[in-house]
């Protein structure tokens, strides 16, 4: 098994790229070693040293280490627990946990239903696939009086970058389309 790894815009994360699926549906966030339970592989991983985040996609794990913790240190463990997990056969998440499907958080009040429908369509089709390219996952949270909530995870979650990327990328973008939206916030 060869595992690929790429940097991302975010510093304090790597993408890890096992060329084998990931999750088939859907992404899977975990902020901390409690959150993992549902995972054996992020379980494993929070056992390294200075790894704080994990996140899972399609065909990639993000992992985010700590601010003290070095990558060319970290590297070879996260491949090693990779490695091991897949060649092991057991399964990246527990039966009956899976991914966040279709994460795209409450439905909106019946009066919004069509802008957000277009906002999840815009978010599904040209932004979620451009991040995911970087690492990460946008999640749709909410929509309400011209304000549309996002919650970023994986490599997006932290990046000195996501903060443009949110106001002048999504949100510009969603406001050209939907002329309702006036403004994007992110939610931690």
Sequence with gaps: MFIQTEPTPNPAT???????????????????????????LAGRLFQIPGIEGVFFGSDFVTVTKSDAAEWQLL???????????????????????GGEAGARGPE?????????????????????PA???DGGDIIFHGYESGIV??????????????TATLKHGIENMLRHYIPEVVEVRAIM
């Design 14 to 40: 790597m993408k890890f790229l096992p060329g084998e699926p990931v999750l088939a549906d859907g992404t899977a966030n975990f902020t901390d070693a409690e959150a993992a339970g549902r995972s054996p």
């Design 75 to 97: 590297k070879p463990s996260i491949l090693g627990v990779i490695m091991e997990h897949y060649v092991s056969g057991a399964p990246i998440m527990v039966a009956g946990a």
């Design 108 to 128: 909106a009040a019946e009066a919004d239903a069509e802008i957000v429908a277009q906002i999840k369509e815009l978010l599904d089709t040209r932004v979620r």
């Design 131 to 133: 991040v995911a390219q």
């Design 149 to 162: 909530l996002l919650e970023m995870h994986g490599s997006c979650s932290g990046c000195p970058s996501s």
